[in-house]
């Protein structure tokens, strides 16, 4: 939601987009100044922000591996790399913001047929249900669910007040992954650019004369030391880790400080799965006996399990509540 806003501060400004006339070099004419959030982010992951040169999607290389810069970078490399691991973060399912989501949106399930619960209005109340048994009949699949419902202010009314209760004293704790450093990729453009200077001299013939052969011998001593230094530096590369950066709330301040598609991302990180199983005849206020909770590695197997996800894959970068401190 955040370049959603932007983009629309940015039209409403008048500030021209990129496909605007104004900002065309090419002779082709267009005359919305409107933004939009894809608009917004390729500009920023762009590495021309660098002032890289770029062609075919690609920074073109200079002989000694690195990127050739022509122009004045707007961003330094720090904050482009702060840039681009926010980007990468807020992409995630579990960053994105949706306005009216519902709260237990893939963390209810059905007991019976383990299918999600998905809202729906029945008599101006929101109430959750499994489509089960709408998935089996246009699967051609035996119906082996009819549909099991609860009512929806009721069910989050209860995981709320189970979550809160369990963990709501504790401090949250967000978790920052560092992307670790690694010249392989510098390394091995260095590489190519050794061979490609010695097919220059020995295969294509350039270089001729004693001035060649100098020039020659400069450009490869230059190159050989480029990959000297790589090699080193990848020696010592610092591995990738994660940081724990405490937020000075506690689940509860976190809870209240915010809206829902907020607190429904708390529940995702801390692994909840709500299991649902079928109304007992003749009962109008919800049984508690109905609902089963999980959290942590559990929560995440079981939701992962249920939506046929690989278990290790889903659980690796997982926040737990209990891992708070």
Same mark, same amino acid.
């Given at each position: 939601m955040w370049l959603v806003k932007i983009a629309a501060d940015l039209s409403e400004a008048g500030v021209p987009s990129p496909g605007h006339s104004s900002r065309q070099s090419n002779g082709k004419v267009g005359d919305s100044k409107k933004w939009y959030a894809t608009t917004l982010r390729n500009l920023l992951s762009n590495p021309q922000l660098?002032?890289?040169?770029?062609?075919?999607?690609?920074?073109?290389?200079r002989t000694d591996g690195l990127p050739l810069v022509t122009r004045t970078p707007i961003l330094d490399m720090d904050t482009w790399h702060a840039l681009q691991d926010e980007l990468a973060r !807020?992409?995630?399912?579990?960053? !994105?913001?949706?306005?009216?989501?519902?709260?237990? $949106?893939?963390?209810?399930?059905?007991?019976?047929? =383990?299918?999600?619960?998905?809202p729906y209005v029945a008599g101006g109340r929101v109430r959750y249900r499994c489509i089960g048994r709408l998935k089996m009949r246009q699967g051609n699949k035996d119906v082996k669910c009819y549909g099991v419902s609860v009512a929806g202010k009721a069910l989050e009314d209860l995981v709320t007040t189970d979550f809160l209760k369990s963990f709501?004293?504790?401090?949250?704790v967000r978790v920052e992954e560092h992307e670790g450093e690694d010249f392989r990729p510098q390394i091995r453009q260095a590489d190519e650019a050794l061979r490609d200077l010695e097919a220059d001299r020995y295969d294509r013939g350039l270089f001729k004369g004693e001035d060649g052969a100098q020039r020659y011998a400069a450009r490869y001593a230059k190159l050989e030391e480029r990959l000297s230094d790589l090699n080193a530096m990848q020696r010592n590369a610092k591995p990738a880790g994660v940081v724990e950066v405490?937020?000075? =709330?506690?689940?509860?301040?976190?809870w209240a400080d915010s809206d829902t598609a907020g607190q429904r991302d708390l529940l995702l990180n801390a692994g909840v799965y709500v299991e649902v199983s079928p109304a007992k005849r003749g009962g =109008?206020?919800?049984?508690?006996? $109905?609902?089963?909770?999980?959290?942590?590695?559990?929560?995440?197997?079981? !939701?992962?399990?249920?939506?046929?996800?690989?278990?290790?894959?889903?659980?690796?970068?997982?926040?737990?509540?209990?891992?708070? !401190?």
């Open positions: 660098l002032g890289q040169v770029i062609e075919d999607g690609k920074p073109i290389l !807020r992409s995630n399912v579990g960053e !994105r913001r949706r306005e009216g989501t519902s709260l237990l $949106r893939g963390i209810a399930y059905c007991a019976l047929c =383990k299918h999600r619960m998905y709501g004293k504790l401090p949250v405490p937020t000075g =709330k506690t689940f509860s301040q976190w =109008k206020v919800l049984d508690p006996s $109905r609902i089963s909770i999980s959290y942590g590695e559990a929560g995440v197997g079981q !939701r992962a399990i249920a939506d046929g996800a690989d278990v290790e894959a889903t659980s690796g970068g997982m926040v737990q509540p209990y891992d708070v !401190r």
